[in-house]
């Protein structure tokens, strides 16, 4: 017997088929409707059903290509299961280059929503249930905010084991565990027992060649652990991801104009002079020094800074970590055949 159709928003999509679902969000003052898109990929063997969001922050542009490179690989011709796809969770903020919502909410503190509430509260409550609910996991892909870059890590939940296994599928440089804030999506969705695996990756309304190859490398590592894809094509990480307990920010120590030394994928150990920052006569200048040995996993862009602004996120890494990790991961990305089409971005 044939597998079932997969049923959204009064939409049939049959097995071995794709559709493209798009779910009424808001009309805007000028009348133009608004709506959340969601490509739907129904394989025609049974399986689990996986959701891939991105531009929850509408400003987050790295993972709306990941998205698409995603979409456009052969593989998913066999997928077993359903894939649901969403490139622009947050429509308002992407268009508007924007992190937040039009309210200047942030969509991803609005979690679980209601029907009647805010803008983003109305959103919140769609994506939860017309997306997040009807999936056994998913992935959410997310950048640094504008002016800073994270290099790619995957982010779990301290003692979840199935996100833990998820992100060593994926096989990001880092995983980072990081506790569930309250209206997350990916809190909501923990307490409904859906277990989601948040990457975080580049710069926001930026794109990285780096960043955006291994998250579609990890999204795909994730389908073949989950049984969804076969393994042909899809390379496993050669070197095991940087296991990360905790992680803080350095600190501008002072006002002026900065100058960093060190870059994100660095291993550095404690006292090494991280950045300087100077006023703009020269008169004064302040060393950055990393207070404990660590990996540099996100770090400011913009070359002038006010006193406390975040420079430097550095992270505490494992006793047996590879400090070659990212060179390697970075080499073998390269190397894959799966980017052979000469992407230009």
């Known amino acids: ?83 649901l796809v ?27 929503g209601t029907p009647s509430g805010s803008l983003g509260s109305r959103l919140a409550h769609l994506f939860l249930h017309e997306i997040v609910m009807r999936c056994d996991f998913g992935i959410d892909l ?7 870059t994270n290099l790619p890590q995957c982010r779990i939940t301290p003692g979840d084991k199935i996100t833990a296994k998820m992100a060593r599928d994926f096989g990001a440089p880092v995983i980072l565990n990081s506790p569930l804030r309250d ?61 990360c307990k905790g992680s803080h920010w350095l600190r501008a120590p002072a006002g002026g104009l900065l100058r960093t030394f060190r870059d994100t994928g660095e291993v550095v150990e404690k006292g090494d002079v991280l950045a300087a920052v100077s006023d703009p006569f020269g008169h004064v200048e302040v060393e950055l020094k990393a207070p404990a040995a660590g990996i540099l996993i996100g770090r400011a862009i913009l070359p002038v800074v006010n006193e406390g602004d975040a420079i430097f996120h550095l992270a505490e890494l494992g006793p047996r970590a590879d400090e070659d990790t990212v060179e390697d991961m970075t ?15």
């Open 1 to 83: 017997m044939s597998r079932p159709p997969f049923e959204i928003a009064g939409m049939r999509i049959a097995a071995g088929t794709t559709g493209v679902v798009d779910l009424p969000v808001s009309i805007l003052p000028d009348h133009t409707p608004v709506h959340m898109s969601v490509k739907v990929h129904h394989g025609k063997r049974p399986g689990p059903t996986m959701f891939v969001s991105a531009a929850v922050h509408g400003d987050e542009v790295i993972g709306v290509e990941i998205v698409r490179r995603l979409l456009r690989a052969p593989q998913l011709s066999s997928l077993r299961g359903t894939l």
């Open 86 to 112: 969403v490139p622009v969770v947050n429509s308002f903020g992407f268009l508007n280059r924007s992190r937040y919502l039009p309210d200047r909410r942030d969509l991803n503190r609005c979690f679980p």
């Open 142 to 148: 997310h950048s640094a905010a504008i002016h800073r």
């Open 183 to 243: 209206g997350s999506l990916r809190g909501e969705a923990a307490a409904r027992g859906t277990p989601v695996l948040l990457y975080e990756a580049g710069e926001g309304l930026r794109f990285d060649e780096f960043a955006v190859r291994a998250g579609v490398a990890g999204i795909l590592r994730v389908l073949r652990a989950q049984d969804m894809l076969p393994a042909k094509g899809i390379a496993k990480s050669k070197s095991s991801s940087l296991i």
């Open 331 to 345: 080499a073998q990305l390269e190397a894959d055949p799966i980017f052979d089409e000469d992407e230009i971005i």
